[in-house]
Structure formats: structure tokens, C-alpha cells
């Protein structure tokens, strides 16, 4: 007998974040896997692979078809990649819950390290964040559009159409890919806000399934991921907007570090906050940050 359904995207990874969700449902509410269903959602985002997202409408299309399903009462609750999640969300829809956060890093396929690429180099991405960070170590590379699920990026480049990419170390090492590329350490490439973190959302005025979702809430990966959101909240960030952050929790203390760039990587602000209340945090260090960037940067964050 079903008791609760699981809204997801059909990608493998995704179906892999749901399968984590479904495991930590049963374990937190002594149900069995057949008690948890799996509701596969064709978003935009999944069909229309040869465009880049900032292009064809953000971050919404990966949400806006699971948004609907779950507000018309098909899903009691939708899995998400954070990283994937607009900042602004509708008010009838929660965020109730975030796993345990995975490897942030990501990992470059193709080469052993951004210095080990050949002059002129041709990377695969379709992130402005990689690509500003990739020219801003090596501004000789060529940064081509890059986008499928993972299987799909390994097999072009496998296939010579680039000579490098790079993916999120979270996602390989979910999909059993754990000796795929090489991590680049947060200090060269700091990451997206809330990489490596999944989330689960429900609908506000839905109780039961708020009660359910909230047993497997990971307190330090949420505090970390709110933090990185509120930032990206008050920049106005969108998807053509190369901005990094990664917060990172001791005891009651949170720091959070953030990093914009120009679209070519030439400009760069970076900086840093220390505090408890994550959302204080994402506003003062956004704040901070527009105030010192060169202006190649900061109208890339205008809204």
C-alpha cells in the first residue's frame, strides 16, 4: 500500500536522489520501499538539451513542472537538486527538508588538472560559473556548451567533441562513479550555491507530509544551503550570472564565503562572513560583495 509519493525528474542521478529520499523515509518511519512511490515528471529542462538554460528560461525548467504536480495534489513531495532550485519559490510550496550534503568539490574529466590542459584547450560546460573560473585560471581555453545528464556529457567527450569537462563530485559518486575525474579543491573553483545538496519540498498547508519529510532533515547541510541561497537571493543572481558560495558549519558557527566574476573571468570579487543566522549572512556578505566589484561584475547582478 502506497503512503506517500515521491515527485522526481527521470534523469538517473535524480531517480538515484529519489531512491536516497524513499531510504530515508523508511528508515526514519519504519515503512517498507513499496510504501514510498517513485513519480517520474518530464521537466523542460530534460527535453531541451541544445540551448543553455539562461537562454530558454532559467532554473524554472527544472521545477515548474513538478511545481505543478505537487500543488495539484499528485506528489505529496518533490526531490531536488538544490543547486537546481530558483532562489524565490511560491509561498504555497516548502522547502521541508535537505539530506546530508555530499562532496561539494567538482570534478574535471579529461585531464588530471586545469594546468594539464593544452594550450587552446576545448572544455564542455553550460555553467557561467565553471566557464568564468575556467578562464580565469586559463583564458587561452575555448568553453563550448555542454549539456545532458552525465552519461551524456561522458560519452561526447569520450567521443573527442571536447577535451575536457567538468561535473559535480557529488553526482558521480551518487551514480557509483566515485574514480571519475579529478576534484578540484574549493580554493580554485569554489562551487555553486547548495552543490551536492538535495532537497525535498511539500506543500505549505500539507501537515502530514511537512511532520514526514521533516524526520530526515540534515540541520547542518540546511543551515549551510540556506545561507548560500540568501545570498544568491539578494544579488538578484540569475542563470547568466557567474557567482560561487559555500558555507560551512562549526558548532553554532556558520562562515560563508562567496566569489562573483565577469562573464570571461577577467573580474572577480571574492569575500567572506562569520555568524549564526544564515539569511543575515547571504544578505551582508551580497551586500559586501557588490559594493567592492568592478562594474563588469556587478551589472551582471542588476536583476
Same mark, same amino acid.
Given at each position: 500500500?502506497?503512503?506517500?509519493?515521491?515527485?522526481?525528474?527521470?534523469?538517473?542521478?535524480?531517480?538515484?536522489?529519489? &531512491?536516497?529520499?524513499?531510504?530515508?523515509?523508511?528508515?526514519?518511519?519504519?515503512?517498507? !520501499?513499496?510504501?514510498?512511490?517513485?513519480?517520474?515528471?518530464?521537466?523542460?529542462?530534460?527535453?531541451?538539451?541544445?540551448?543553455?538554460?539562461?537562454?530558454?528560461?532559467?532554473?524554472?525548467?527544472?521545477?515548474?513542472?513538478?511545481?505543478?504536480?505537487?500543488? +495539484?495534489?499528485?506528489?505529496?513531495?518533490?526531490?531536488?537538486?538544490?543547486? *537546481?532550485?530558483?532562489?524565490?519559490?511560491?509561498?504555497?510550496?516548502?522547502?521541508?527538508?535537505?539530506? !546530508?550534503?555530499?562532496?561539494?568539490?567538482?570534478?574535471?574529466?579529461?585531464?588530471?588538472?586545469?594546468?594539464?590542459?593544452?594550450?587552446?584547450?576545448?572544455?564542455?560546460?553550460?555553467? !557561467?560559473?565553471?566557464?568564468?573560473?575556467?578562464?580565469?585560471?586559463?583564458?587561452?581555453?575555448?568553453?563550448?556548451?555542454?549539456?545532458?545528464?552525465?552519461?551524456?556529457?561522458?560519452?561526447?567527450?569520450?567521443?573527442?567533441?571536447?577535451?575536457?569537462?567538468?561535473?559535480?563530485?557529488?553526482?558521480? *559518486?551518487?551514480?557509483?562513479?566515485?574514480?571519475?575525474?579529478?576534484?578540484?579543491?574549493?580554493?580554485?573553483?569554489? !562551487?555553486?550555491?547548495?552543490?551536492?545538496?538535495?532537497?525535498?519540498?511539500?506543500?505549505?498547508?500539507?501537515?502530514?507530509?511537512?511532520?514526514?519529510?521533516?524526520?530526515?532533515?540534515?540541520?547542518?547541510?540546511?543551515?549551510?544551503?540556506?545561507?548560500?541561497?540568501?545570498?544568491?537571493?539578494?544579488?538578484?543572481? *540569475?542563470?547568466?550570472?557567474?557567482?560561487?558560495?559555500?558555507?560551512?558549519?562549526? &558548532?553554532?558557527?556558520?562562515?560563508?564565503?562567496?566569489?562573483?566574476?565577469?562573464? *570571461?573571468?577577467?573580474?572577480?570579487?571574492?569575500?567572506?562572513?562569520?555568524?549564526?543566522?544564515?539569511?543575515?549572512?547571504? +544578505?551582508?556578505?551580497?551586500?559586501?560583495?557588490?559594493?567592492?566589484?568592478?562594474?563588469?561584475?556587478?551589472?551582471?547582478?542588476?536583476?
Amino acid at each position: 500500500m502506497v503512503r506517500f509519493r515521491l515527485g522526481t525528474r527521470g534523469s538517473p542521478l535524480a531517480l538515484t536522489q529519489a &531512491g536516497m529520499v524513499r531510504d530515508a523515509l523508511c528508515a526514519a518511519h519504519g515503512w517498507t !520501499p513499496d510504501m514510498v512511490e517513485t513519480v517520474v515528471i518530464r521537466t523542460t529542462g530534460d527535453r531541451v538539451q541544445d540551448r543553455a538554460l539562461a537562454d530558454i528560461g532559467g532554473k524554472a525548467l527544472w521545477t515548474k513542472e513538478l511545481d505543478r504536480a505537487l500543488l +495539484a495534489g499528485e506528489l505529496d513531495a518533490a526531490v531536488h537538486s538544490m543547486k *537546481d532550485v530558483e532562489t524565490v519559490r511560491p509561498a504555497a510550496i516548502r522547502i521541508a527538508a535537505m539530506l !546530508p550534503r555530499a562532496d561539494v568539490r567538482d570534478r574535471l574529466i579529461g585531464v588530471d588538472s586545469i594546468d594539464a590542459l593544452p594550450p587552446g584547450a576545448v572544455v564542455g560546460t553550460s555553467s !557561467p560559473r565553471r566557464r568564468a573560473q575556467l578562464l580565469r585560471h586559463r583564458p587561452d581555453l575555448q568553453i563550448v556548451l555542454f549539456r545532458g545528464n552525465v552519461d551524456t556529457r561522458l560519452a561526447k567527450l569520450a567521443a573527442g567533441e571536447v577535451d575536457a569537462t567538468l561535473l559535480a563530485a557529488a553526482g558521480l *559518486d551518487r551514480l557509483g562513479r566515485i574514480d571519475t575525474g579529478t576534484a578540484v579543491p574549493t580554493a580554485a573553483m569554489l !562551487p555553486a550555491p547548495a552543490q551536492g545538496a538535495v532537497g525535498i519540498e511539500v506543500r505549505t498547508d500539507d501537515g502530514e507530509a511537512l511532520e514526514r519529510i521533516a524526520a530526515i532533515d540534515d540541520p547542518a547541510t540546511h543551515a549551510c544551503v540556506v545561507a548560500e541561497r540568501a545570498l544568491l537571493t539578494v544579488l538578484r543572481a *540569475d542563470c547568466h550570472s557567474p557567482v560561487a558560495a559555500l558555507a560551512s558549519l562549526s &558548532g553554532e558557527m556558520l562562515l560563508l564565503r562567496g566569489e562573483l566574476l565577469s562573464e *570571461d573571468g577577467a573580474e572577480q570579487v571574492s569575500g567572506y562572513v562569520e555568524g549564526t543566522d544564515g539569511a543575515t549572512l547571504g +544578505a551582508a556578505l551580497a551586500a559586501d560583495l557588490l559594493a567592492r566589484a568592478p562594474a563588469a561584475v556587478r551589472r551582471l547582478f542588476e536583476g
